[in-house]
């Protein structure tokens, strides 16, 4: 399956008021004649009272074309925007906007020029050097240079492949036109509209008052050419639409593998996403790749006790002291989910006696998360060192714009410290506070969006403690907020998974091809 190929059909997409009235009205006399003329005319004598109708539907007409204006090519851009995919960067989704202004702005196309291969080939290059200017700063005479050989040929293959099949789905009759059909098809026109004359000059001989309705007849006949111009602008918008996701899919590397390798990594998805109207719930029962939950935090804020509970069990070191330091590793599942997530539990950061090695330790789990749970106690307000660890995974992903950031979680723990400390009543509900502990986890949660920004997808507030063994806030918060979030963070996998085939491929490939080089020349020298 393609991309384009489970969009709205030729027929929906195409149904627009302005084409529909026009079609109506220039129609409906035509189908009166076939449904009632056929037995009023020639039995009943109402030939003369239909032929009154002509004058008014087609003045309707010409007046509808007159003053309701035709879309432009720029208002068939909008009945399809792209839709850019989960696992896409931010980088590639602020690259859909410059593919949305190029076909808002397109010079406009119609029956004349449809056929015209230098127009596809011209609007092509002018996407593609304004990308490579969004992705390497590059002017036009250098735009394609970073780019292999072999992901201008995917580019090439996946677009006409996807062309190719939206327009056997969509377009009635597309297996049928030929290029010279198109080409040709402005002369095709004028000999209908030859005989449209023809026709209409042998019905006044039964009825010659017809000829006064000939002028309207004509004004209003310009709706049709209207109509095949607007089928002209989808179409051509689809094709724009098309070109343009793959060129970004091009300039963001995932076509490094080939359109073979990239159509069995994102094809299904891709089809599943276009397929649900842009729905990416869809993602988590496509992907089988492992989501890496990075479970961060200064030291004693609590990260091990937190993963003790989701696991349930004693598995995480936990003390008043710094016990970790080496990212551990855990398996989990979420509670009816088939998807298996790895939990590390890194070293809590902000401890005197972190030696580089776990310093490495815990930028390279940061940098491997598909979401980041950054633990912070509640009933502290030192948050410098939480701050200087997201600054440093912010500017890794700046320094990686082609990996989507993982997605960022804080869980507040020592809940059971907030004033007032004597109360415990739980469950709290934290988000419409109305008791004062309540109040209090709402505080720290509001001090937390203070300091970190909108760069925190979500928040939860647990109590991860010994004394109070049947709370449930870990399964009432936390659970359902790592849930939410799943899709996201496979998503973010998924890429970062299929960068690390294409690196290890590499080599790999260059081998393979060194090989068959040989080959060929040794069979060109025994012939």
């Keep these: 399956m393609r991309i384009l190929s489970q969009g709205k059909s ?9 084409t529909i009235v026009l079609g109506l009205l220039w129609s409906l006399p035509i189908w009166l004649y076939i449904v009632v003329g056929v037995y009023a005319v020639f039995r009943i004598g109402w030939f003369a009272y239909i032929a009154l109708l002509l004058p008014i539907f087609w003045s309707l007409a010409w007046l509808v074309a007159r003053f309701w204006k035709p879309p432009t090519i720029a208002n068939a851009a909008r009945l399809q925007p792209m839709q850019a995919p989960s696992f896409w960067s931010p980088r590639d989704v602020a690259a859909v906007s410059i593919i949305e202004d190029f076909r808002s702005k397109v010079a406009s196309i119609d029956r004349n020029t449809v056929a015209d291969p230098m127009r596809y080939q011209a609007d092509a290059q002018e996407m593609a050097f304004r990308l490579a200017k969004h992705y390497y700063s590059a002017e036009k005479d250098r735009a394609m240079e970073p780019l292999t050989l072999v992901e201008i040929c995917s580019v090439i293959h996946l677009a006409v492949e996807d062309l ?5 789905t969509n377009v009635p009759g597309g297996h049928l036109v030929t290029v010279g059909l198109l080409q040709g098809s402005p002369k095709i026109v004028e000999g209908w509209d030859l005989l449209q004359k023809i026709f209409f000059v042998a019905t006044t001989a039964t009825n010659p008052a017809k000829l006064l309705s000939y002028p309207l007849w004509r004004l209003s006949g310009a709706a049709t050419v209207e109509i095949q111009n607007e089928a002209i602008r989808l179409m051509y918008q689809q094709y724009l639409r098309l070109v ?8 963001s590397g995932r076509l490094r593998g080939g359109s073979k390798q990239y159509r069995q990594q994102f094809g299904h998805v891709i089809t599943a996403i276009q397929k649900t109207g842009g729905d990416t719930s869809i993602f988590e029962q496509l992907q089988t790749v492992d989501v890496t939950i990075a479970v961060m935090g200064q030291v004693n804020a609590g990260k091990s006790s937190l993963i003790n509970r989701l696991l349930q069990d004693k598995s995480a070191a936990t003390n008043l002291l710094p016990e970790t330091k080496s990212v551990e590793r855990y398996e989990y599942y979420l509670p009816n989910s088939t998807s298996r997530l790895r939990l590390l539990d890194t070293p809590g950061y902000g401890e005197s006696n972190v030696n580089p090695k776990q ?10 998360a598909d979401v980041v749970l950054l633990v912070v106690a509640a009933n502290s307000p030192a948050r410098q060192s939480d701050c200087d660890m997201l600054s ?4 890794h992903y700046q320094k990686n714009t082609h990996l989507k950031p993982p997605i960022l979680l804080v869980v507040l723990t020592h809940i059971d410290l907030l004033k007032p400390r004597q109360d415990w009543a739980p469950p709290y509900d934290w988000r419409r506070p109305t008791q004062p502990k309540e109040h209090s986890m709402a505080n720290a949660v509001a001090y937390c969006r203070e300091l970190f920004g909108d760069s925190i997808s979500g928040y939860a507030c647990v109590y991860t403690g010994d004394l109070h063994i049947s709370d449930t806030s870990v399964a009432d918060e936390l659970v359902p ?9 496979q998503s973010a996998a998924v890429l970062k998974a299929f960068y690390r085939q294409l690196s290890q491929q590499r080599y790999e490939k260059a081998l393979e091809q060194f090989k068959g080089l040989f080959s060929t020349i040794r069979q060109a020298i025994k012939t």
């Design 164 to 168: 190719e099949q939206w327009i056997l």
């Design 10 to 18: 030729f027929a929906q997409v195409f149904a627009q008021p302005r």
């Design 481 to 489: 907020l790592l849930a939410d979030h799943l899709e996201s963070g």
């Design 392 to 395: 440093e995974l912010t500017k």
């Design 359 to 368: 310093v490495r330790e815990i930028q390279t789990a940061s940098e491997l």
């Design 244 to 251: 343009g996701y793959y060129l970004i899919e091009m300039y």
